[in-house]
């Protein structure tokens, strides 16, 4: 037996031990976005098992805590939980260690709560989500003892269900395509985010998933984008609209893009729009005229206005997410930077104060370094000791 296939089954055999540990659970629900590999390209980029260390068990433990049994974990999904608990890294370096500090071993006290306010608002949390936890914790303190693992247990709780509040409103718990009809999905936000990175992830996950995919290049302010998007669309063989000549017009490629994906029978297009151009006026100008064009071309489409932040700009993307709402007119978000961020808590202020559902979140540069979002998952890596 070679060492790999040994390390293999080593982990195989914890697996199972992990599973057996979490008691009978329910059967999981299906991920409609996860699949087989389907070009060579993808192929060689298959996800690797680290290590068989700490942060594999622990995502195991993450997985069965969610009822998933051992055959239905994917060398993919661990790989994804080991790099979304390295990316939130930072943040918890702040955050979890001054709190399990500040819990400490006796019962919770008022002094406590005070300190946790303050880590909370330093991880970018926000306050109004900081004020909404405080506030049940308080409460909850008010009517019995409470130990430390019981209000780590709580908090979690509480985080959790900020982040499931937009979600639930939406009726979509998770963000896939309509399977037979068409969907439109615009990148938007300001320059630098991750918009086109975020799309080039994007149409990966939605080919390997099954969903026929196009790409229509409308960001033809800075003149490099077409070719950046051009070479995410050939990673993934998903072709690329786009008008080659300078100041193109977006709205025009979009159209071009919208008949292209009706002829072809496209289930998902994926718009790249500008992050800068001359003067902010014209960027919300511009969105909104994209936005007022595929809704007249393509009323029947299900459209998606998802607005890309940046985790290390903090507080800064709430501000983004109210400027762009009635432009693009949101739908959701998506977090990128995660690795290297030390302001992961901002995911919370984002879906307490701009309401939005985050649906996704990157933590790296890499084609597979985004997967749908997932807040039981998010919690436990932002709290992971
Ligand atoms: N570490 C890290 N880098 C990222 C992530 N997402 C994007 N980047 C990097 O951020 C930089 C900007 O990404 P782009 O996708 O070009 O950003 P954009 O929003 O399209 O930028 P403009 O088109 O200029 O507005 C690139 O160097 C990306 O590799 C991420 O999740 N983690
Ligand atoms: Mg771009």
Known sequence: MSLLELAAAQRQERLQQLTAASAASPPSESQPLAAAPVTREQAESEPQLGEFDDTFTWSAEVLAAQGRQVEDMSVEEIDWLGRLRRGLEKTRRGFVTQLLENLGDDPLTPEVLDDLETTLLRADVGVQATDRVLEALRRRLNQEVVDPAEGLRFLKEQLRGLLEEPIKASAAPLLAPQKDRLNIWLMVGVNGVGKTTTLGKLANLAVRSGYSCLIAAADTFRAA???????????????????????????????????????????????????????????????????????????????????????????????????????????????????????????????????????????????????????????????SR
């Open 225 to 383: 984008a077409v070719e950046q998007v051009s070479i995410w669309g050939q990673r993934s063989g998903v072709p690329v609209i786009a008008n080659p000549s300078a100041n193109a017009d977006p709205a025009a490629d979009v159209y071009d893009a919208i008949g292209a994906a009706r002829a072809k029978g496209t289930e998902l297009v994926l718009v790249d729009t500008a992050g800068r151009l001359q003067t902010k006026h014209n960027l919300m100008e511009e969105l909104t005229k994209v936005r007022r064009i595929i809704d007249k071309l393509a009323p029947e489409a299900v459209v998606e206005s998802l607005l890309v932040l940046d985790a290390s700009q903090g507080q800064n993307g709430l501000r983004q997410a109210m400027a762009f709402a009635s432009a693009a007119g949101l739908t959701g978000v998506v977090i990128t930077k995660l690795d290297g961020s030390a302001r992961g808590g901002v995911a919370l202020a984002v879906a307490s104060e701009a309401r939005l559902p985050i649906r996704f979140i990157g933590a790296g540069e890499g084609i597979r370094d985004l997967r749908p979002f997932n807040s039981f998952e998010f919690v436990e890596a932002l709290l």
